[in-house]
C-alpha cells in the first residue's frame, strides 16, 4: 500500500454518496476531499449496489469484507514453526529453511520472517 493510506471513512462514503448523486464525477469528488480519483471509482465499483452507490450499503459491504478479511487464520501453523525452528536448531540457515520448505511444497515463511521470529526469540531469552 502507498505511504499514508487510510481507508475511507463512512463520512467520506456519505459525500461520495451524494455527490454521485448529483452527477459529480470522480475525480471531482476526489479532489473535494483529497483523494485520488481511482480510489473514488474502486470504491464506487466494489461497494455500489444495483441501483447505484449508497453509502450504508457501501459501507456495511466494507465492514463485511474487512472483518472477513481479518478471520482468515494465518498461515504460519504452530507446526511449521516448529520446522522451522527445528531445522535452524540444527543450524540451517533461515534461507535454507525457506528455501527446502517450499521445495517441499509448503507455504513458508520468507527468510526476513524467519530473522524476525529469530531476532523476538532472542529478545525474549530463547536460544535460536
Same mark, same amino acid.
Given at each position: 500500500?502507498? &505511504? !499514508? ?5 463512512? $463520512? ?7 455527490? &454521485? ?6 475525480? $471531482? ?7 485520488? @480519483?481511482?480510489?473514488? !471509482?474502486? $470504491? ?25 478479511? #481479518?478471520?482468515?487464520?494465518? &498461515?504460519?501453523? @504452530? %507446526? ?12 540451517? #540457515?533461515? $534461507?535454507?529453511?525457506?528455501?527446502? +520448505?517450499?521445495? %517441499?511444497? +509448503?507455504?513458508?515463511?520468507?527468510? %526476513? ?16
Amino acid at each position: 500500500m502507498p &505511504k !499514508g493510506y487510510r481507508h475511507l471513512t463512512y $463520512e467520506e462514503r456519505c459525500q461520495i454518496s451524494a455527490l &454521485k448523486g448529483s452527477g459529480r464525477s470522480n475525480g $471531482e469528488i476526489a479532489r473535494q476531499f483529497g483523494r485520488d @480519483p481511482a480510489t473514488v !471509482g474502486r $470504491e464506487v465499483r466494489r461497494n455500489g449496489g444495483e441501483g447505484g452507490y449508497a453509502h450504508a450499503e457501501a459501507q456495511a459491504r466494507a465492514e463485511a469484507r474487512r472483518s472477513a478479511a #481479518s478471520s482468515v487464520p494465518g &498461515k504460519m501453523t @504452530p %507446526e511449521l514453526w516448529a520446522q522451522v525452528e527445528g531445522r535452524l536448531r540444527e543450524g540451517w #540457515s533461515p $534461507e535454507q529453511v525457506s528455501g527446502r +520448505l517450499r521445495l %517441499e511444497g +509448503l507455504d513458508a515463511p520468507g527468510r %526476513e520472517w524467519i530473522y524476525r521470529h529469530v531476532r523476538a526469540d532472542r529478545e525474549a531469552g530463547g536460544t535460536l
